[in-house]
């Protein structure tokens, strides 16, 4: 059951470039999230949504964008990544509202 | 004032000793409560969640009281692979669609 998988797991931009990480579940559910992870600051929403075709704002979402074409995935988009994106993200989804998360296992940017 | 506010620690204990973790929250309106589990360079993983009549997972107890908006973890007789980050979790955002995570606090237990 391979739950919610993120690729890649590791990644270095230059600044400027652009790159989408990908993210998948197959446990069907609607939720899913995008969080950002910095020392010292905990994990920080960027951006969510409540099923395909509906996204919305978190705390942090200047620099991302986001889709969700279809229950399955949620690719996170860096329009012109900066050396301020560097940081570990998590993917996460869940069945629905007030339920626990699963996340995946994060992919590591470093923007140099 | 932040929305999830934990203790950062770190709590360095012997293995055996019993720790409390807390926790607080500021949206009276949250309705669900976990505490997750992050090992370094890991994904969170759910430990537990947390009721208000409070609940308890062989060495964990959690505790909530709504009234205060204070979430505790409590571990027994803890062991060397306790030794993580332990993060306070609220479902707070938008009517519950998305956590809110403490910044976590570490914990470090020794032989």
């Known amino acids: 059951n391979a739950g919610v998988t993120q690729t890649p797991k590791f990644q270095v931009l230059k600044t400027g470039q652009s790159m989408t990480l990908q993210c998948a579940q197959d446990?069907?559910?609607?939720?899913m999230s995008w969080y950002r992870q910095d020392p010292g600051m905990g994990l920080r929403l960027i951006h969510y949504?409540?099923?395909?075709?509906?996204?919305d704002q978190g705390e942090v979402p200047n620099g991302y964008n986001v889709s969700r074409s279809t229950t399955e995935d949620f690719p996170l988009r860096l329009l012109s990544a900066a050396p301020s994106q560097t940081s570990v993200y998590f993917c996460a989804s869940s069945p629905g509202p007030n339920t626990e998360a699963f996340f995946g296992q994060g992919t590591r940017l470093t923007v140099v | 004032r932040k929305e999830v506010e934990q203790d950062p620690g770190p709590f360095n204990v012997p293995e055996g000793a019993t720790v409390a973790f807390n926790c607080t929250y500021s949206n009276s309106a949250s309705q669900s409560f976990f505490w997750y589990r992050q090992d370094c360079r890991k994904e969170p993983k759910l430990l537990m969640s947390v009721y208000s009549s409070g609940n308890e997972d062989g060495r964990f107890t959690a505790q909530l009281n709504r009234a205060s908006q204070y979430i505790s973890l409590l571990i027994r007789d803890s062991k060397l692979s306790d030794s993580a980050t332990y993060l306070c979790?609220?479902?707070?955002?938008?009517?519950?669609?998305?956590?809110?995570f403490g910044k976590g606090t570490t914990l470090s237990v020794s032989s």
């Open positions: 949504s409540v099923g395909a075709g509906i996204t």
């Open positions: 446990m069907n559910h609607e939720y």
């Open positions: 979790v609220v479902n707070a955002y938008q009517a519950g669609t998305a956590l809110i």
